[in-house]
């Protein structure tokens, strides 16, 4: 079954700053690859996904991921966050089932 | 449309007893999912359901049995509780279309403490 590693646990910007989180899975065939969100109190939420084609994703709320294939790796990232997007963020790869990363709390400053 | 209804929100259990988690969806969803949420963790899948009438093991399946007891339903059972499992469990389901599993939707989540 595949793995899915999140190398950020914690990362903190200031408002305006540009993001990208890191997500690499171990998986070698076909999957599904997706990016939750998680604010505080709620449960998650769904920001983009990739099934195939364009590897380049557009998601809600101004974010994107990019499917690189030869590096395992489908990183977020946003050009200038707000302080709404202080949440935590969670890459998620399906094959059959649906693993996830461990998360990335993004803590933003105003 | 009520969506993936979860109960209980909330349990106390002491270590030894039993309970099971019911999960039912209103979406005429073929998969059924339950996690377990963790600090420092993230979800972590238990056990999981691709369609109805079968059930396979996901990351952490020791302690745990499920049911899927038809294409609406999905249980997790705890036999014999041990505070290891105090946690906040996720029931959550999705559609599968065209081999694409299709976004998961959660239930709001029950908070077990095992004392």
């Known amino acids: 079954a595949q793995s899915v590693s999140q190398h950020n646990h914690h990362v903190i910007l200031s408002e305006a700053a540009s993001l990208e989180l890191g997500c690499n899975y171990s998986y070698g065939g076909t999957v599904n690859l997706f990016w939750y969100v998680q604010y505080p109190g709620q449960h998650l939420q769904l920001l983009l996904k990739y099934f195939s084609g364009d590897p380049l994703v557009k998601g809600i709320k101004g974010f994107e991921a990019e499917f690189i294939k030869s590096k395992f790796s489908f990183n977020l990232r946003k050009p200038s966050v707000q302080w709404s997007d202080t949440a935590e963020y969670f890459c998620?790869?399906?094959?059959?089932?649906?693993?996830f990363g461990a998360g990335t709390r993004l803590t933003v400053k105003p | 449309n009520a969506g993936v209804t979860q109960t209980p929100k909330f349990q106390v259990l002491k270590t030894g007893q039993s309970m099971t988690l019911q999960c039912a969806q209103d979406m005429n969803h073929n998969s059924m999912y339950w996690y377990r949420q963790d600090p420092g963790m993230g979800l972590r899948l238990i056990y999981y359901?691709?369609?109805?009438?079968?059930?396979d093991k996901g990351e952490v399946p020791n302690g745990y049995n499920v049911s899927r007891l038809n294409k609406r339903e999905f249980s997790l059972r705890l036999e014999s509780a041990a505070p290891s499992q105090t946690s906040v469990y996720f029931c959550?389901?999705?559609?599968?279309?065209?081999?694409?599993?299709?976004?998961?939707?959660f239930g709001s989540g029950t908070q077990l403490s095992v004392l």
């Open positions: 959550a389901s999705s559609m599968q279309v065209q081999g694409n599993n299709e976004k998961l939707f």
């Open positions: 998620a790869v399906s094959d059959g089932d649906m693993r």
């Open positions: 359901s691709a369609s109805e009438g079968t059930t």
